[in-house]
């Protein structure tokens, strides 16, 4: 199937800044943020988003972390996956604000995963969800507060996000 | 992976694929809530025809961190004592709903049997049978090396010598399969009655004094537990003979390199293979060994009871 560039990597900034600038006006300031990014690309998306916040709000103190899912997972079975480091930062996640970040939304199972998972780090204020790409068809009631780009898609397509951290380039593409 | 039944069973990537996991599954120890969900839901039956209380606690802690249901079955308390064969009790405790069978035997083969035979459709792990082999020994002890050694991939260049009786010890047979899959050099040194013929073909060179062996500087200096249970005859004179040829103590102690590391199984013989001095001493790993032993078993569990549907 033809690939197709939907996203390149000025879109990528733009939509990164914005939604920065959507989590600080959503939070009324950046007390009590903590970002969490999903392996693999959601945890490069939301080291990118904390350094956008750092040099919006000086008062910003970058608390992210990195939440593995993988043995949360309800659909482990059909893969033998490799599981990754999780790190809450020090201050942990109690009456935090917990901004979830990943590349990807679809079915909304890894966010159902990661939602299970934050229970065994403790009990957060609020927990928000940042994604680059929306691509729809969800299968549990699951919504974005913050979305890089909505996009239609079929469910026989896939979506690719590269980063330059993971693939070299900046990149989303439908195919 | 459905089942583990022995080292040979793995690849190289493999192998470092389950200690890599392992290694990630090691930090819930840190953690407020011990417990993971993956397998929630699946029964794991800890089957064991021989005494053990060390591997059977550390599977069944690993199963309970991942919210698997436990069920301890020892057969001198059991229905094997009145003369059931293995089959029957395999296929027992599968119609009671075992999704994963830790099967320690005195039988060298055991593991391998039922797993092959159709008797079930469940996952059999090797918990040690006879002098054969204890895959998830082997792959603690070299989580525990590489930790030790601040590697994240295999344990190539690394020089590790194991001593005592190896002639019993499956822990030494699934050692010297996985160390050299991970690209380590192996020694075994021991009283030549304890060196089994063929070892050379596995892999070890054979050493038959282990001042030469340490002269040789070894990075991991592995203790093994002498078997007496084991053992029908005369292996060596006496305790006191042992202990003065093959014991880590005093000066064979100092020999060993600062920055090295010392191993033992467990349960220590303090005194006769290993002394206090060296079980306690900042080089031995012996308690990290056992926590190891833990992550490494729910990377077991985790691989064999989650790719099954394949």
């Known amino acids: ?24 006006e959503a939070n009324e300031g950046p007390q009590d943020l903590v970002l969490l990014g999903i392996p693999t690309r959601g945890k490069y ?6 350094s956008l916040l750092e040099q919006i709000d000086p008062a910003y103190q970058a608390n992210c972390g990195v939440l593995d899912i993988t043995m949360y997972r309800d659909d482990a079975t059909n893969a033998e996956r ?39 780090f403790g009990r957060p204020r609020q927990v928000k969800l940042a994604v680059l790409v929306d691509r729809g068809h969800r299968e549990l009631p699951i919504r974005p507060d913050f979305v890089g780009k909505n996009l239609p898609t079929a469910k026989t397509e896939r979506v690719r996000v590269l980063l330059n951290q993971t693939d070299g380039q900046d990149q989303v593409v439908i195919g | 992976m459905r089942h583990l039944t022995s080292i040979r069973e793995l690849t ?37 025809f021989e005494n053990s209380t060390r591997t059977r606690i550390s599977f069944e ?35 009671l709903g075992a999704d994963a069978i830790v099967l320690r035997h005195p039988l060298s083969g055991a593991p391998k049997l039922l797993a092959e035979q159709d008797w079930i459709s469940a996952s059999v792990i090797n918990a ?28 190539s260049g690394l020089k590790v010598l194991i001593v005592g009786d190896i002639l019993h010890s499956r822990v030494a047979r699934s050692n010297i399969l996985l160390l050299n899959l991970l690209g380590a050099t192996v020694t075994v040194a021991g009283p030549r009655t304890l060196i089994p013929t063929g070892v050379e073909q596995m892999g070890a060179t054979v050493n038959n ?84 032993g833990v992550a490494v078993r729910m990377a077991v569990l985790y691989r064999c009871l989650s790719g099954e549907q394949l």
């Open chain 1, 1 to 24: 199937m033809q690939e197709r560039v939907v996203l390149d990597s000025p879109d990528i900034d733009r939509a990164l800044k914005r939604i920065a600038h959507e989590i600080l």
């Open chain 1, 45 to 50: 998306l939301a080291e990118r988003i904390s």
């Open chain 1, 82 to 120: 490799r599981i990754q480091a999780t790190s809450i930062p020090d201050c942990g996640i109690t009456d935090k604000v917990v901004v979830l970040v990943d590349d990807v939304l679809y079915s909304g199972r890894t966010v159902r995963a990661a939602l299970d998972a934050i229970t065994d």
């Open chain 2, 12 to 48: 190289k990537d493999a192998a470092i694929s389950l200690l890599d996991n392992a290694q990630q599954l090691s930090q819930v120890n840190d953690r407020e809530v011990k417990k993971l969900p993956a397998l929630r839901g699946k029964t794991v039956v800890n089957l064991f």
């Open chain 2, 61 to 95: 802690v690993a199963a309970k961190r991942l919210s698997a249901d436990v069920i301890n079955f020892s057969a001198d308390s059991s229905s094997v004592s009145k003369g059931e064969s293995l089959k029957d009790t395999a296929q027992t405790l599968e119609a």
């Open chain 2, 128 to 155: 040690g049978d006879g002098s054969h082999e204890h895959p998830t020994q082997a792959l603690l002890d070299a989580l525990t090396i590489r930790q030790g050694f601040g590697l994240s991939h295999n344990l």
């Open chain 2, 209 to 292: 004094s282990f001042e030469d062996a340490l002269s040789a500087k070894p990075d991991v200096v592995m203790m093994l537990r002498v078997q007496k249970e084991r053992m029908q005859g005369e292996f060596f004179s006496s305790t006191a003979d042992y202990s003065k040829a093959w014991s880590l103590e005093g000066d064979r102690l100092a020999m060993v390199g600062k920055d090295a590391l010392i191993l033992h199984p467990g349960p220590m013989n303090r005194g006769f293979e290993i002394s206090s001095e060296a079980a306690d001493d900042p080089r031995s790993q012996v308690l990290r060994q056992v926590s190891n």
